[in-house]
């Protein structure tokens, strides 16, 4: 058997969704990338409390959806696999400048970059290609790409927020501490760490007390 896998580009069509309105009287503006198995529609519920007229929140959606559990119920979305990663990463840096673009972010005012699990993969890995500046990065309970390195993060002048729960089932002792590690290394005295007493949850908590700090 002679088989051969060949690649093809095409223009696809895909979701995001949103939350409040963007008016003269938004202060912040939210791309908040959802973790594994998540629709953006329901991700960026997790939002719903701040307060409406200062944040704009932009929830993009993973392409690759697919049918969770065995009654074939709900429907969730993966960002990335181990499969072609290259290829796949180039499309999902195209729609979220298609996203960028359709919401004219890069004229916002100020900008927090929010990722969740695996949504912290996407988010660092289009901050990086695109040499995007943000007010607040935000890296929630995921993994930092091994690929990118501090020379990546030159251009960045704002804050990070490293946030886990210290009971998360997917990051024991060690990996907290590389992923750390990997923060300070990046960004150096940028990073501020915000364990939480959790599982591997998105923390509201530390959501809805931005906007007291």
């Known amino acids: 058997m002679n088989s051969t896998e060949k690649d093809i580009f095409y223009t696809s069509t895909n979701s995001y969704s949103t939350l409040n309105a963007f008016t003269d009287n938004t202060k912040y503006t939210w791309f908040a990338c959802h973790g594994m198995g998540y629709l953006s529609r329901y991700f960026i519920r997790y939002f719903k409390d701040l307060p409406s007229e200062e944040h704009y929140i932009i929830a993009p959606q993973a392409q690759s959806k697919y049918y969770q559990g065995e009654q074939f119920k709900h429907v969730g979305a993966s960002w990335l696999t181990r499969e072609n990663t290259s290829v796949e990463t180039d499309n999902v840096m195209r729609y979220f400048d298609a996203v960028f673009e359709a919401e004219a972010i890069n004229s916002h005012k100020k900008l927090i970059v929010f990722g969740y699990s695996q949504g912290v993969s996407v988010a660092m890995r289009y901050l990086a290609k695109r040499q995007l500046d943000c007010h607040h990065l935000i890296l ?11 020379t990546d993060f030159e251009h960045f002048t704002g804050k990070v927020s490293l946030v886990y729960g210290t009971n998360d089932e997917y990051l024991n002792e060690a990996r907290i501490s590389y992923e750390i590690e990997r923060a300070n290394a990046l960004f150096k005295n940028k990073v501020a760490v915000f364990p939480f007493e959790g599982k591997h949850v998105v923390n509201v908590d530390f959501i809805n007390g931005l906007t007291k700090k």
């Open 140 to 150: 929630h309970s995921g993994g930092i790409p091994k690929e990118l390195s501090a």
